[in-house]
């Protein structure tokens, strides 16, 4: 059972345009949640992350928002750069305990 | 932030034989993982590893097949034992650290 979901594999996006990736999750423990961005042949980056008591979080040209009761969240990226091409991996973990569960990512192309 | 350098990245391996994989932090860390990423899936926890205790595995994952060290607060090792094809996967180490985790480069190993 999947308790972190990323149901789109691939997304492409339009140089300048927002990306969206989404995230949904089904354990309602989770407290904490993270966006990684991996490229090839490297560990993935923490990117952005949010706690359950917020709705928003903001960095740059990364938001991430999380909406709770729908047990979803999404990451913009706004404006879109082509160095933004890469699998981005949202990840939760719950009641403080450090062991991470993983989406199984998305692949953002950046068109330009 | 701390930086984990992990070997080897990439090796073919054949059948029944075994891989030893190592992660060394440029800094002290309490808290290690060892994951595995199989094929258009996401990363799964294999198992625990700190340093002064046995390592903690996850369903699925047995200590015969995966034996990990921990000696020290900078280095860890998984071994992959007996490996078949199904066995082939890219397999990543993480650390616990100020601010969020820190990840290994990954090891992508391809049993035949």
């Known amino acids: 059972d999947q308790q972190v979901k990323q149901n789109s594999p691939s997304l492409s996006v339009q140089e300048g345009r927002i990306s969206i990736l989404n995230c949904d999750y089904t354990?309602?423990?989770?407290?904490?949640f993270l966006w990684y961005k991996k490229y090839p042949a490297e560990g993935p980056t923490f990117l952005i992350s949010?706690?359950?008591i917020k709705d928003k979080n903001e960095d740059g040209r990364f938001t991430v928002f999380l909406n709770k009761s729908a047990k979803h969240l999404s990451l913009h990226i706004v404006p879109s750069q082509p160095g933004d091409s890469a699998v981005y991996f949202c990840?939760?973990?719950?009641?403080?305990?450090?062991?991470?569960?993983w989406g199984a990512g998305t692949k953002l192309i950046i068109k330009p | 932030s701390a930086v984990i350098s992990q070997k080897p990245s990439r090796d073919i391996c054949q059948r029944g034989t075994s891989l030893t994989i190592q992660c060394q932090v440029d800094?002290?860390?309490?808290?290690m993982f060892w994951y595995r990423q199989q094929p258009g899936q996401s990363l799964t926890l294999i198992a625990t590893?700190?340093?002064?205790?046995?390592?903690?595995?996850e369903s699925g994952f047995v200590i015969d097949k995966f034996p990990i060290s921990r000696p020290n607060l900078t280095f860890s090792t998984l071994t992959v034992s007996n490996m078949s094809p199904e066995d082939s996967s890219i397999y990543l180490c993480?650390?616990?650290?100020?601010?969020?985790?820190?990840f290994g480069s990954g090891t992508r190993l391809t049993v035949v």
């Open positions: 993480s650390a616990v650290v100020v601010g969020g985790y820190t």
């Open positions: 800094s002290q860390v309490t808290m």
């Open positions: 590893a700190n340093q002064g205790s046995e390592a903690t595995y």
């Open positions: 354990n309602s423990m989770f407290d904490y």
């Open positions: 949010i706690s359950s």
């Open positions: 990840a939760a973990s719950a009641n403080s305990n450090y062991q991470l569960i």
